[in-house]
Each structure stands twice: as C-alpha cells, then as structure tokens.
C-alpha cells in the first residue's frame, strides 16, 4: 500500500506521521490490501478552485474524491484494492468542527474517512445510501478515536 500526504495549506500545522498511522489503521481497518491514496490537505481557495475545475460546483466543499481504479479491477476485488486522491479542506474541517461539536483534527479524519469509503464503493446520492454510508463512518471513526488522540495532529 502506497501513501502519500501532501499538505498544501498554512492554516494549521499538521503531524503527518500520526495522519500516516491513522490512515494506515483505517486500510488495515477495512481490509484494504493493495493500492495507492494520495492525500491534498488544501486550504479553501485551492478547494475551490478544484470544485470549479473539475466538478464544476462553486465554492469550496470538505472533500473530493478522485477514483483511479479501472473499473474492470474494482469488480474482481472491490473491497480489497484502491487507487485514488483526496482533497481535504482544513479550512472547511475549522468552519464544520463548531456546528458539529466536534475539533477540526477529527473532522479532517472523518473526510478522509468519508473519501475512503466512496473509493470503495460507497455513494451518498440517494438518503438510504447516504444513512448506510454514515453509519459505516461513524463506525470506523469510533474505532479510530479509541486508538488514537486526533488533537495530536
């Protein structure tokens, strides 16, 4: 499994070894065997930009998904295989953390969570998929929390 983490933003300092060891428990976590994520922690002027560029919606968002994965090998080993790139907004997890009671260090795991998952497979589109995929995350960031201290990141 290739890593890699690029923080692109100055909003806040980020401990990249712990986001490592984070999401390296989150693929050990989900079986996830092979393949590579990349992940842009950006700040929301370049989130913006990407929203526009490539999904053509205005404003920034919290994450997007890139999925590499030819689509042939996703069906022969869909849970086990992924090839992808995120984009994480730090400026949006400081916007989003207060509303929802939570810090901005755990809401950049839960979009990295939230990223991994549509890598997967999931989808949010429809409200059945979107409930299903909601509680899977918040599974997954309740185990993450008990292993690790988000603050320290």
Known sequence: MTLEISNRQRTKKINPRLLKQIVAELFAELKIKEGELGINLVGAREMTRVNRQFLQHEGST????????????????????????????????????????SNWQSEIVRYIVHGVLHLLGHDDLKPSSRREMKREENRLIRRLARKFAFTQL
């Not at 994965?69 to 916007?95: M, N, R, T, W, Y």
């Open 62 to 101: 919290d994450v997007i998904t890139f999925d590499y994965l030819d689509p042939a090998a996703s069906v022969q080993q869909p849970a086990s295989k992924l090839h992808g790139e995120l984009f994480v907004c730090v400026d949006e997890a400081i916007l989003q953390a207060k509303p929802f009671k």
